[in-house]
C-alpha cells in the first residue's frame, strides 16, 4: 500500500493512494475557508468508515434487516504537541429492525478482530469507549394497528 501527498499552497495537499481517488487535505483557522478536513479529523473519519465497513459487511452476513448505520466520533486529545489521541468514543446507531445483540457483536467483531485503524490506535495507548443503539423502522414499532 502506498499514499502520496502534494501540497497545492497555504496549507492544503491533495493526497492520493493505490486506488488512484484523490482527498483534500487542509487545515484553517477559518473553517469557512478550509477546503478539505485535517489529517486529525481524517483520522477519526478513517476509523468510523473502517468500523462501519466491518459492522455492516458482519450484519448483512447475519441477515440482519439494517437500513443505515452511523458512526460518531468524538476524540480527547492532550493539551500539548503531538496533541495525540488519549480518548475516543464511538456511538454506533443502527437503523433497522437489527437485533441488539447482533449489533453489539458486530461491533465487537469490528473493535478486537477487524478494524486496523482501531487496533492500531488501541495498541498506541488511546482509550476507546463505545456506545451502540438500534433506531427500529418505523412500522416495526407502531403498535397503533394491534
Known sequence: MQAK??????LT???SGDSGKFTIFD????KVLQ??????????QAMCGCTAMDVI???QKKREPVTGLEVKANGTRAPEHPKVFTEINLEYTAYGNVKKESLDRAVT???D??????ISLKRAGV????STRVVESPESSDTSNL
Open 35 to 44: 477546503k478539505g478536513s485535517s489529517p486529525t479529523e481524517m483520522l477519526l
Open 57 to 59: 459487511s458482519i450484519l
Open 109 to 111: 467483531l469490528s473493535q
Open 127 to 130: 482509550k476507546i469507549a463505545i
Open 5 to 10: 501527498v502534494e501540497w497545492v499552497d497555504n
Open 113 to 118: 478482530k477487524y478494524c486496523n485503524i482501531s
Open 27 to 30: 487545515y484553517s483557522e477559518n
Open 13 to 15: 495537499f491533495l493526497a
